[in-house]
């Protein structure tokens, strides 16, 4: 090797890790200021550091409610979603049938439909039809847009799928029930698991779509962004460090397992 | 029975889902462009009568925030490109076995809520801020000097959050070109400039190609990073469409604008694709399909 393209890659190495850096600084400042030992109503001066807002961090009674509402609505919605979505799979993956080109398509559609566009057409429906919104409108808009992520991640695996390891199931006596508990759902598995971790993150996260549909229900999406108007609380960045390193910590742990069972056969790329 | 029960499998798998996107997002669909034709107000309800004027007036009045938000949507894609492909290809063919620890690094501020990231922001560029703050005190800076409630504040508000959608499509196509088309092409004399352009870059495309469609269409319809970061100037669509239903009631403009909004969006990603043909449209899927 040349001297002169080592340089250029080692540019390269260094503009990633800026990259990264800038892509964490706003992290950061969010870490850093769940410490600050803030007095006003605005918490974007350091004045010191604290351990008050841990302390007292189911304080604010209303963000409390709010992030519990975050993630009971996301727990709901990812359990309903991932058995609804993943039966669409396997079903559009596996299987050719009248109407399953319209599937595709409404799939493709609900993923690409920009969300306020979504959020604007549930409103409508439920201000058309009188529907009270609130904790139930919330939980049904979250289920419909996961179920199309979960279908979609699902399909991609299932068609990947060979078939002769169910029919060879089939020929050692192996009933429907016994062929999809013991032969098909293990090998989709790291499908269904993506699909369910992408419906999680999409509706703990999720900010238009929940405005547009939760009435006076209320997440901790939409609480921080009401809290803008008068300063948002250093508790914020506190649930927001916390829910943070969670996530973090499960995705270590996701991709080192995966990284672990998928090993072997990574070897033979 | 055993045969007519097998035809029917895939109908009763596929029932739950179906009902349940036809009764949360199919009749929505239909129900909001139904409404987008009404007159009426909030008092004494809405009524059907073709009211066609509503998407002209619409238009009409917020022409500016519907344009500047299809302006701010390219800027930021292009943004996430140019700075997305650099550091995808030095992972994809230069990190070696810290490859996965560089693209968890990459990803790893997305785990906080997308709304908190936003605010976060602000606080990093308030003028006062932890930043801009010491900057201005210790006279780096001019004291005039502003990046809140500007129109750049927005786009690179929109770069940060969208990013993801840019980074993984180009990584996904990088990573699986295979590394031995790069040798073939040095083995024939290529230049490292000849390799890349002629070989890498085309191979790669169709990740780019696909990670435009997926920062374009979000990035536009945001309103977050306008409301968060922009100020009276730098409003998009969707700051008007949330006020009109929230402020105003207006619910018949407001549908009518959402539903321009998405013709917009779906009619420009249908062109782009048609524009990259058939095949080239097929790739882009498969790429941002995982497969």
Not at chain 1, 18 to 37: E, Y
Not at chain 1, 59 to 71: E, W, Y
Not at chain 2, 217 to 242: C, F, H, K, W
Not at chain 2, 252 to 263: D, E, R
Request: hydrophobic letters at 50%; glycine letters at 8%; one cysteine or more.
């Amino acid at each position: 090797m040349t001297p002169r393209p080592r340089e250029a890659v080692s540019g390269l190495r260094v503009y990633t890790l800026l990259l990264i850096a800038w892509l964490l600084l706003p992290v950061a400042v969010m870490i850093a200021f769940g410490f600050n030992d803030a007095h006003g109503k605005q918490n974007f001066r350091w004045e010191g550091f604290t351990l008050r807002w841990y302390a007292h961090l189911l304080d604010k009674g209303d963000l409390t409610t709010a992030v519990l509402n975050s993630l009971t609505i996301a727990l709901l919605s990812t359990l309903v979603s991932t058995v609804i979505g993943t039966l669409a799979g396997i079903a559009l993956g596996r299987h050719r049938f009248r109407g399953g080109g319209a599937a595709n398509l409404v799939l493709l559609m609900a993923i690409s439909c920009p969300e306020i566009v979504m959020g604007a057409s549930l409103l409508s429906m439920f201000v058309t039809f009188g529907v009270p919104r609130g904790y139930p409108t919330v939980l049904a808009a979250h289920v419909m847009f996961s179920i199309a992520f979960v279908a979609v991640t699902v399909r991609a695996r299932v068609a990947r799928l060979d078939p002769a390891v169910e029919e060879a199931a089939r020929d050692l006596g192996a009933g429907p029930w016994t062929r999809f508990r013991l032969v098909t759902l293990p090998m989709i598995r790291p499908g269904v698991v993506a699909g369910a971790l992408l419906a999680f993150t999409l509706s703990v996260d999720d900010f238009v779509i929940t405005g547009f549909t939760g009435g006076a229900t209320v997440t901790f999406p939409l609480w921080i962004y009401g809290s803008t108007r008068t300063g948002t609380p250093p508790q914020v960045n506190v649930m927001g460090t916390l829910i943070f390193a969670s996530g973090a910590l499960i995705a270590v742990v996701v991709a080192r397992r995966t990284a672990a069972a998928a090993g072997p056969q990574a070897r033979d790329r | 029975m055993r045969r007519a029960r097998g035809r029917f499998t895939p109908y009763l798998m596929i029932l739950p889902g179906g009902l349940w996107l036809a009764a949360f997002f199919v009749v929505p669909m239909a129900l909001m462009v139904s409404l987008s034709l009404q007159t009426g107000n909030l008092v004494d309800g809405f009524r059907q009568t073709f009211h066609w004027q509503n998407y002209t007036y619409a238009l009409d009045t917020y022409r500016d925030a519907f344009l500047r938000s299809l302006w701010y949507g390219l800027l930021a894609t292009a943004a996430c490109a140019a700075l997305s492909y650099p550091a995808a290809y030095w992972i994809a063919f230069r990190a070696g076995r810290h490859k996965s620890t560089y693209l968890v690094l990459l990803l790893l501020p997305y785990f906080v809520s997308y709304v908190l990231r936003t605010v976060s922001w602000k606080l990093v560029l308030t003028d006062n801020g932890p930043l801009l703050g010491p900057l201005r005190d210790h006279g780096i800076l001019p004291q005039d000097f502003h990046v809140l409630d500007t129109g750049f504040a927005v786009v690179s508000g929109l770069t940060y959050n969208f990013l993801p959608f840019m980074v993984l499509p180009i990584y996904v196509a990088l990573e699986r070109i295979d590394p031995r088309l790069v040798e073939a092409a040095h083995d024939l004399y290529a230049s490292r400039a000849q390799a890349f352009a002629r070989v890498v870059l085309p191979l790669s495309l169709p990740g780019v190609l696909a990670g435009v469609i997926m920062t374009f269409a979000p990035a536009s319809a945001d309103y977050v990073n306008a409301e968060v970061l922009g100020g009276p100037r730098d409003t998009m669509v969707g700051n008007v469409i949330q006020a009109e239903y929230f402020d105003n009631g207006a619910y018949p403009v407001a549908s009518a604008l959402s539903f321009a909004l998405m013709a917009v969006l779906l009619l420009g990603v249908f062109a782009y694709a048609r524009a990259l043909g058939a095949r080239g449209a097929r790739s882009v899927l498969d790429v941002a399909a995982g497969r």
